[in-house]
């Protein structure tokens, strides 16, 4: 066989398989860094072409063709297995996704082409460069409208519900491969394998349409999680002041018998029970009061509730906390920042093993920039979406997260998290307003 036409078939089997793992994995969530997320798509699609490669200049094309979706699932499946946190029955969609995507796009290149793709050298680079331009539109579509939708859904939807999904594409994969590839491959019932195509993208639309109902819906619980998270740090700060001044009211209260008391001990000469009174009033005057950790009035009653509730779980806190009363964001929202970030800190900390080393630290800045680090210690173990956002381990959990996210968003700070040196580092920046009037 001519090597020109050797190189230009492991060219085209090197597309093919390029794209379906790069549609596999747009489809996926994985929780590992990016380089292993690379390094696999690079050893996949090197596995796969070497593999079709031998296949093709020994058993032939024909075979080649017929393993071509079992070279690709295998690898994939268990890759994906191990390094996603992806249903067995979602990677099965997504595969077979990925798979009736490529003999679609091979269909389409065969009627453009007229079936002549093997009368010429340069009939299979072309074929090649039809597959490359379909896959990379295919590619662009999906990861600029479809990809964050379907990953959203992806987390939220049931399982049982994944199995059945995983089972229309899974069958149409099957009975396609049944009428083109075996027993051998057939070109002689093209149109009656495109016409089921036809049939399979109504299908998919049905199903984007489940998709889009299924997302709005959850849309809308998300956003009632989250407003009932603000709402219960809201009524956390309420509450806190509201003690405050239950503790003042008392004080007030008993402040003319302690008058009363001292005045009568001082007329009696009895100057040292006079102090010691004294002192005690000064003890429950220091009782009424917050503890000062800023100068915005809410702020610093969100971070006296939920760090006194750290202080008591027995977590280490270190605090310099520039906030002033003026704030570029709404204060009320940000303290919904604090009280989230925090409450995940305490949660974290509590997962330590007992007897080591638990801190948490807040360090914020008000100028050039308004800048919030939330530092505490973890066991070691924090594992980040594709946004970087660090997951949740537990159903019901994420919520804070996810509200820290809406608020980033709602102001256009940013927002990043850091897992290192045995840390857990939340920082936000935020512009000043000066800072945004001077750029407009």
Not at 19 to 36: D, G, N, Q, Y
Not at 113 to 141: E, H, K, P, T
Not at 326 to 347: R, Y
Not at 348 to 360: F, H, I, M, Y
Request: aromatic share 12%; charged share 20%.
């Amino acid at each position: 066989m001519d090597n020109f036409i050797i190189i230009q078939q492991i060219l085209r089997m090197l597309i093919t398989y390029a794209f379906p793992v790069a549609l596999i994995f747009s489809m996926s969530r994985f929780r590992c860094r990016r380089r292993t997320m690379w390094l696999a798509f690079l050893l996949i699609t090197l596995f796969g072409t070497a593999v079709s490669t031998f296949q093709f200049l020994y058993p032939g094309m024909e075979r080649m063709k017929q393993l071509y979706a079992l070279n690709l699932l295998v690898p994939c499946l268990i890759f994906l297995l191990i390094f996603t946190q992806d249903k067995p029955s979602q990677l099965l969609f997504n595969i077979s996704t990925a798979i009736n995507a490529i003999y679609l796009v091979s269909i389409l290149s065969h009627f453009i082409l007229r079936g002549s793709l093997d009368n010429g050298y340069v009939m299979i680079w072309q074929d090649a460069l039809i597959r490359a331009a379909f896959y990379c539109l295919i590619l662009f579509i999906f990861s600029r409208y479809l990809r964050d939708p379907y990953q959203f859904l992806a987390a939220n939807m049931k399982r049982s519900s994944w199995r059945v999904l995983s089972a229309i594409p899974l069958l149409f994969m099957g009975l396609v491969m049944f009428l083109g590839l075996y027993p051998h491959v057939r070109t002689d019932n093209l149109l009656g394998v495109t016409f089921l195509y036809v049939i399979l993208g109504f299908v998919y639309y049905i199903i984007y349409q489940v998709f889009i109902s299924t997302y709005d819906l959850l849309n809308q619980k998300q956003d009632l999680d989250v407003l009932k998270n603000q709402v219960d740090a809201l009524k956390n700060q309420v509450d806190a002041v509201q003690r405050s001044e239950d503790q003042l009211r008392i004080y007030r209260h008993d402040m003319r018998h302690y008058i009363a008391g001292i005045s009568v001990l001082l007329k009696e000469g009895n100057t040292s029970d006079a102090l010691r009174v004294i002192d005690r009033f000064d003890e429950l005057n220091k009782e009424t009061q917050l503890p000062r950790y800023c100068q915005n009035v809410m702020v610093n009653a969100i971070l006296s509730l939920y760090l006194q509730r750290a202080s008591d779980a027995g977590i280490v806190i270190r605090t310099s906390c520039d906030i002033p009363a003026d704030l570029p964001v709404d204060a009320a929202e940000l303290s919904t920042v604090f009280a989230n970030a925090i409450e995940n800190a305490i949660h974290a900390c509590s997962r330590q093993a007992p007897g080591t080393d638990k801190r948490l630290e807040i360090h914020c800045v008000s100028a050039p920039q308004f800048l919030v680090e939330i530092a505490n210690t973890y066991d070691g173990t924090v594992d980040f979406d594709e946004k970087n956002l660090p997951m949740a381990r537990e159903p019901g959990h994420g919520i804070g997260t996810l509200s820290i996210s809406t608020f980033a968003k709602k102001y256009g700070a940013l927002l990043d998290y850091k897992a290192e040196a045995g840390m857990f580092r939340l920082r936000l920046l935020i512009n000043n307003k000066d800072e945004e009037a001077a750029g407009r």
